[in-house]
């Protein structure tokens, strides 16, 4: 192939991801501007995205609840002057650039076709794109892990020690989102001492044990700060109970869970309150005092329902990628069997 052949290979390849990473954008736009309602934890990524914007640091830190997520959202909060648009900002543009790191993982392992069958998979994969809508941590968490998925991929091949740093970072980064990292350094660790980089050529031990060692140093660096302020404001060094919502509640509250009792209890006086209204009421007139909020509710529901055409749409679709991956005669039977697997546990 001449240098132009290349070129132009490498320029068409690129406007290809590049459509359908703005495809995945606007499909996630469309679906965002559905009804949504902040619920659980999308409640305290709002309330600390509240507390950032307005410079409040130390109120918007957490012992429990992610703060890197809404820290990073900041700019889109003041973007939108919303923190919830701003969350939910920041899981759509994930959303979207999941599909770089993913396709680019699939071309290095599989081939060009292989990457765009994964990106229109990931594109149009319905839990995806409910992820992508809400203000949750999903959308974030998942690109951190496959930007450094691709970069332990590069390190295992050419035994780059800048490769094996990033790798680390990422995942420190990543477990400052959502706990679970901490699992899934264990893996390219594991692969790093046993020494087979991509090439086949086993690693000296003592290079192995440098690499892994290194990647683990740079995966804590990310943790520290946050942990030396956990210990200071708590005397914890890791993260244990959902009953604080700022680093504050726990010199509020002595015991932590003395917040999870006062909460709960104001709860079952609620509940215990509306149940004996409840039963004081004839259910006739129950159900005739609230006909307007029913059928409000109804024709809402159906308007939501019509609002989700685009996403039952896409299923048929997902459906008839999978059996064209798999008989495409151009692909090896091994390769297509990787694949299919890759990108169905995925999501």
Excluded at 116 to 137: D, E, K, Q, V, Y
Excluded at 262 to 272: A, K
Aim: net charge positive.
């Amino acid at each position: 192939m001449t240098e132009s052949n290349r070129t132009g290979r490498l320029v068409s390849e690129r406007l290809t991801w590049g459509i359908l990473v703005g495809g995945a954008l606007l499909l996630r736009a469309l679906f965002a501007t559905s009804r949504l309602v902040l619920s659980g934890d999308e409640t305290h990524y709002a309330e600390s995205l509240h507390h950032f914007m307005r410079g409040r640091i130390f109120e918007g830190l957490s012992d429990y609840w992610s703060f890197l997520y809404p820290l990073a959202a900041v700019p889109f909060g003041l973007i939108c002057r919303d923190a919830e648009a701003g969350l939910r900002l920041l899981s759509m543009l994930s959303g979207a650039a999941l599909l770089i790191p993913s396709m680019a993982i699939a071309k290095e392992m599989w081939g060009g076709r292989a990457a765009l069958f994964t990106g229109l998979f990931i594109a149009l994969h319905t839990n995806l794109l409910i992820c992508s809508a809400a203000a949750m941590t999903e959308s974030f968490f998942s690109l951190l892990v496959m930007l450094a998925l691709l970069c332990f991929l590069r390190a295992a091949r050419d035994g780059g020690g800048r490769s094996v740093i990033l790798t680390g970072l990422l995942l420190g980064l990543a477990c400052l989102v959502r706990q679970e990292a901490q699992i899934l350094v264990l893996i390219p660790v594991i692969f790093l001492l046993a020494g087979a980089g991509g090439n086949g050529i086993s690693r000296p031990a003592r290079k192995r044990l440098a690499s892994a060692l290194l990647l683990v140093l740079f995966f804590i660096l990310p943790l520290l700060p946050h942990a030396v302020l956990l210990h200071e404001k708590t005397g914890r060094w890791f993260v244990q109970s959902k009953a604080a919502v700022n680093l504050s509640s726990p010199l509020i509250w002595d015991d932590g869970l003395e917040r999870e009792k006062f909460v709960y209890t104001l709860n079952e006086e609620g509940t215990d309150r509306r149940i004996n209204e409840i039963g004081r009421t004839n259910p006739l007139g129950l159900l005739w005092d609230g006909r307007r909020e029913i059928g409000g509710r109804y024709v809402r529901q159906l308007t939501d329902a019509a609002e989700q055409l685009p996403l039952l749409l896409v299923s048929p679709f997902l459906l008839l990628l999978v059996p064209l991956g798999l008989f495409a005669r151009r692909w090896r039977m091994k390769r297509r069997e990787l694949l299919i697997v890759a990108v169905g546990l995925f999501p």
